[in-house]
């Protein structure tokens, strides 16, 4: 079973930046076997969830065109701990952040964080 907490969301000004974090529970994000990939999505109010980053074990990344040149995703295996760093924000960025993990791909999510709100002003 592995346990995503996610932090580091928060109130911003349009054009500030900030950085989700997301921390497993238990091992290695990507020294366990069976987590082949790991993604932040966004869910806003009245929308659908949508994949804003993803990375796969051998470091390939992907991002929805929205957020290409401003988001970056990465991972410290050392702790345990999977980043995305938000640059030039935007009030449509607005929405809860999830940290994902899958066995696969990102289109089967085994496992869900809490998530965390980013609000973006001005």
């Known amino acids: 079973q592995v346990q995503l907490v996610e932090s580091g969301g928060g109130l911003v000004q349009a054009g500030g930046s900030l950085r989700l974090s997301c921390a497993a529970s238990?091992?290695?994000?990507?020294?366990?076997?069976?987590?082949?990939?790991m993604g932040w999505y966004r869910q806003a109010p009245g929308k659908q969830r949508e994949l804003v980053a993803g990375?796969?074990?051998?470091?390939?990344?992907n991002y929805a065109e929205s957020v290409k040149g401003r988001f970056t995703i990465s991972r410290d295996n050392a702790k345990n701990t999977l980043y995305l760093q938000m640059n030039t924000l935007k009030p449509e960025d607005t929405a809860v952040y999830y940290c994902a993990a899958a066995k696969g791909t990102l289109d089967n999510i085994a496992y869900w964080g809490q998530g965390t709100q980013v609000t973006v002003w001005g």
């Open positions: 990375i796969i074990r051998g470091g390939s990344t």
């Open positions: 238990s091992g290695s994000i990507f020294s366990m076997l069976y987590i082949n990939a």
